[in-house]
C-alpha cells in the first residue's frame, strides 16, 4: 500500500513550500524505526535522493539543497515533512517520499513541485 504524499504545487522562486508524507495506519513503533527519504526526478533525468531521516533522526541532504530544505518527523502525527524554501526553478520535480527499513521498502505517489515565475 503506497504512502500518501501531499503539499506540491506551483511556487515562485524564493517562495517555499511544505510536503508531507504518512500512513495513518502505522503504528508508532514502525514509523520511528523506518528510515524516512525524499527523492525528485525532473524530466529527463534520474531519480535523486534529497534528503534522508534515519532512524536515529539524523538528517542528511543533497549538496544543492543543504541550507534551503529540511527534513522532519511529526510522531504524534506519524508524518513526515520537507520543508522547502528559497525555491529555485531547478528545484522543479516530481516529489516521491520513501519508507525504508532492511526488510520494507515503500512508495508514495508522487507529487509535483514547480518553481516558475
Known amino acids: 500500500v503506497q504512502l500518501q504524499a501531499s503539499g506540491g504545487g506551483l511556487a515562485q522562486p524564493g517562495g517555499s513550500l511544505r510536503l508531507s508524507c504518512a500512513d495513518p495506519?502505522?503504528?508508532?513503533?514502525?514509523?520511528?524505526?523506518?528510515?524516512w527519504n525524499w527523492y525528485r526526478q525532473a524530466p529527463g533525468k534520474q531519480r535523486e535522493l534529497v534528503a534522508t531521516?534515519?532512524?536515529?533522526?539524523?538528517?542528511n541532504y543533497t549538496d544543492s539543497v543543504k541550507g534551503r530544505f529540511t527534513i522532519y518527523r511529526d510522531n504524534r502525527k506519524k508524518t513526515v515533512y520537507l520543508q522547502m524554501n528559497s525555491l529555485k526553478p531547478e528545484d522543479t520535480a516530481v516529489y516521491y517520499c520513501?519508507?525504508?527499513?532492511?526488510?520494507?521498502?515503500?512508495w508514495g505517489q508522487g507529487t509535483l513541485v514547480t518553481v516558475s515565475s
Open positions: 531521516s534515519s532512524q536515529g533522526g539524523t538528517a
Open positions: 520513501n519508507a525504508w527499513t532492511m526488510n520494507t521498502d515503500r
Open positions: 495506519r502505522m503504528i508508532l513503533s514502525t514509523f520511528w524505526a523506518q528510515t
